[in-house]
């Protein structure tokens, strides 16, 4: 397999909220595209939110699931107070802060945020990078 | 925020079988770093590998939670015949074909496997793009 993820689908309760959330609470740049579905133009890999449920039914499984959902997407910054100001724009759009920046343990400052489907994000300064 | 993912983590129950899978099964390039974490150097967003309940740690939540982890990741393929082979690939190397290649609503082809902690991949030929 080449190393290469094209796309990330978060799979979402409310498209609408989401978009919202992410298009003119974090201002990411949606792309034009067909109706149901959202894709933000991303430099890394492609972001794209769709209802969970359609999800499921896509992957031919069950959409039942609560809980962590076992993964992170980590948004790294140039400096300590971009990863304050960045937690902070996404709570003004309706994140919740779950953990407000802080030094840890790989040397780094770092923090997390819920998305409204419960995602994380790690908004992160690496001053090794 | 920025329209930049930096890194995808999977918490993954077994680091080192995670390891086999995704570095000597699908044969992703892995990056030196540090022990207990594995990180791939991927043309989009970094992936990474890390125990479930120390990424749970992380982010100061419980580690509790069961199925479908509402996500998943994409990977683009030039070609229908590369699809199916790149879903042998991953069974040949563990994991669980969900959904065979097949032709699908918006007009592509694609399938779907589950690695070894239950994380959806869909590998997609997309003639439109």
Redesign the interface.
């Known amino acids: 397999?080449?190393?290469?993820?094209?796309?990330?689908?978060?799979?979402v309760k409310d498209l609408q909220r989401s978009i919202n959330f992410y298009e003119n609470g974090?201002?990411?740049?949606r792309k034009e595209g067909?109706e149901g579905i959202a894709f933000?133009?991303?430099?890394?890999?492609?972001?794209s939110l769709y209802p969970?449920d359609k999800?499921?039914e896509?992957?031919?499984?069950?959409?039942?699931?609560?809980?962590?959902?076992?993964?992170?997407?980590?948004?790294?910054?140039a400096s300590l107070s971009e990863v304050d100001q960045?937690l902070e724009?996404?709570v003004a759009a309706g994140a919740e802060l779950?953990?407000p920046g802080q030094k840890?343990f790989?040397g780094g400052y770092s923090g997390?945020f819920r998305d409204p489907?419960?995602?994380?994000w790690?908004i992160?300064h690496n001053p090794f990078l």
Do not use: C
């Open positions: 397999m080449k190393p290469h993820i094209t796309i990330i689908t978060l799979g974090l201002n990411l740049p067909p933000f133009k991303m430099t890394g890999t492609m972001l969970r999800l499921a896509d992957i031919s499984i069950s959409a039942e699931g609560a809980g962590f959902q076992g993964f992170t997407l980590a948004h790294n910054v960045t724009e996404a779950v953990k840890v790989w997390y489907d419960g995602f994380y790690e992160a």
